[in-house]
């Protein structure tokens, strides 16, 4: 159930990131989606496994958007075109 759950916070915070993030990012539904989702899991686990907070806690949908909005980042960086 655990699973399940950091996939639908991975979702929203894929959404919220969207919003917060510079730039173009994907424009698709899914790609947001796919990476909100792997956001939340490298946030969930990493902050879990460092000790920074317990699962449950509020500060793990704070770390899910920031995975969100870094991935992002990094997805535009990448598929930036070059001029």
């Keep these: 159930m655990h699973i399940v759950w950091t996939i639908l916070i991975g979702f929203f915070a894929g ?14 539904f899914f790609m947001t989606a796919i990476l909100g989702i ?10 879990q496994a460092l000790g920074l907070y317990a699962g ?8 899910s958007i920031v995975g969100a909005v870094v ?3 990094v997805y535009h960086l990448v598929t930036r075109k070059s001029s």
């Excluded at 792997?38 to 902050?47: E, H, K």
């Excluded at 449950?56 to 770390?63: H, R, S, T, V």
């Design 71 to 73: 991935l992002l980042v």
């Design 38 to 47: 792997a956001g939340s899991f490298a946030a969930t686990y990493l902050g």
């Design 56 to 63: 449950g806690q509020a500060a793990g949908f704070i770390a």
């Design 15 to 28: 959404l919220i990131a969207k919003m917060l993030a510079p730039g173009g990012g994907p424009s698709g």
